[in-house]
């Protein structure tokens, strides 16, 4: 965890505090977005609320320092997926530990992030985003999606043997089922009848 890279807004005796620590992390002090910064620190109530508010939008790992934890509910303010609260006083090695989990958690999110075309897959939760709508898809369809990924072009014989492993008849119908599903899905909340195509016995991930 030694390449973790602190961002500290808000305090920047916090930031000398860390640094006399010696937590083996980079740490950083400044008054503007670092976006080299694995973590980001802010103590929101030292700073103007538009600022608070810019910090908010990012689905980022922040963690926010507070004397009152009421901060948020007062001001409307709702965190996102890797945003973490914690009330001062803290116990610096317990703020360690709770580092090191918050960037262990992103990895992990951030390696089951893809994006294909203007989508955003999470095969982890089997979940495509498009702006602000997103389904749920099946194990299948998710393979499906992430072979054509990998391989755009393929005939569904080499698509029967990679998600199925094998060839049959009862295979190949599973395979025009979960097709056929999964173009319907995307038709319907994303208006969009062209995510996957057939072009001469070869099936694509459009572009």
Known sequence: MNNI???????????NLLRELDLNYKINFSKNYDQHSVISIIFPEKLQLPEVKKYISKDIPIVFLLNNKDYFKKNNLVLQNFHTLLTLPIEIISFREILNIIVTKYNFFKNSKIIVNDYEIDSNQRIIIKKDKKIKITEKELELILTLN??????????????WNHNSDLDSHAFETHLHRLRK???KYFKDKNFIIEKNSQYYLSK
Do not use: A, T
């Open 150 to 163: 990998k391989n755009n072009g393929l005939s569904k014989s080499s698509l029967l043997k990679s998600i």
């Open 185 to 187: 899905k995307i038709n």
């Open 5 to 15: 890279h602190l961002h500290i807004l808000g305090s920047e005796l916090f930031c």
